[in-house]
T-cell receptor, first 117, second 115 residues
Framework: AQSVTQLGSHVSVSEGALVLLRCNYS??????LFWYVQYPNQGLQLLLK??????LVKGINGFEAEFKKSETSFHLTKPSAHMSDAAEYFC???????????????FGQGTILTVHP | EAQVTQNPRYLITVTGKKLTVTCSQN?????MSWYRQDPGLGLRQIYY???????DKGDVPEGYKVSRKEKRNFPLILESPSPNQTSLYFC??????????????FGPGTRLTVL
């Protein structure tokens, strides 16, 4: 069974500071990993995903994440926060567990990012 | 424009009054799914459908029903809503080809309050 843990339900940074949102997962098989962003009163939008290949993945809006298998982590970073980055961020995992989890995304609890001027 | 639409966006109802939340996608996706979002719990899958007439339970199916009579539509039915079903609901769709790693497209959400 797969699970996702996001450390910190709220993260607050100053504009221009580094953004680091943490995500750890557990999976019995190699996972597919995603970060989604949810702006207020909107649905979820894909930021980036890891499937295979390069472990450093670049996404939209300057975000990137690194898949570290040894640490079972997929932390999201952005070098310089912008006010428009304020949103809730979700880490998610899907896996091919013998066909019993068709397309199911297992989500973390979410991290609300606040950006101060 | 490729999109997933949900209706209604907001709904306040009373315990026991049957309701349906509609979901429609215009991307010809085979796979559709319903999630509920609750504070501190993230999103949890309620039901999913791999194609027309093919549906299965997710993690939290109790109290919900779905149907998939047409490829583009995947309504969520609450036969007898209860207050613990007060939540934010999202419909999502994706192509079945590579469904494990494809982006899922989410609707705007339906905020349901059951009194």
């Amino acid at each position: 069974a797969q699970s996702v843990t996001q450390l910190g339900s709220h993260v607050s940074v100053s504009e221009g500071a580094l953004v680091l949102l943490r995500c750890n997962y557990s999976s019995s098989v190699p996972p597919y990993l995603f970060w989604y962003v949810q702006y207020p009163n909107q649905g979820l939008q894909l930021l980036l995903k890891y499937t295979t290949g390069a472990t450093l993945v670049k996404g939209i809006n300057g975000f990137e994440a690194e898949f570290k298998k040894s640490e079972t982590s997929f932390h999201l970073t952005k070098p310089s926060a912008h006010m428009s980055d304020a949103a809730e961020y979700f880490c998610a995992v899907s896996e091919d567990a013998g066909g019993t989890s068709y397309g199911k995304l297992t989500f973390g609890q979410g991290t609300i990012l606040t950006v101060h001027p | 424009e490729a999109q997933v639409t949900q209706n209604p966006r907001y709904l306040i109802t009373v315990t026991g009054k049957k309701l349906t939340v509609t979901c429609s996608q215009n991307m010809n996706h085979e796979y559709m799914s319903w999630y509920r979002q609750d504070p501190g719990l993230g999103l949890r899958q309620i039901y999913y459908s791999m194609n027309v007439e093919v549906t299965d339970k997710g993690d939290v199916p109790e109290g919900y029903k779905v149907s998939r009579k047409e490829k583009r539509n995947f309504p969520l039915i609450l036969e007898s809503p209860s207050p613990n079903q007060t939540s934010l609901y999202f419909c999502a769709s994706s192509s079945r080809t590579g469904f494990l790693y494809n982006e899922q497209f989410f609707g705007p959400g339906t905020r349901l309050t059951v009194l």
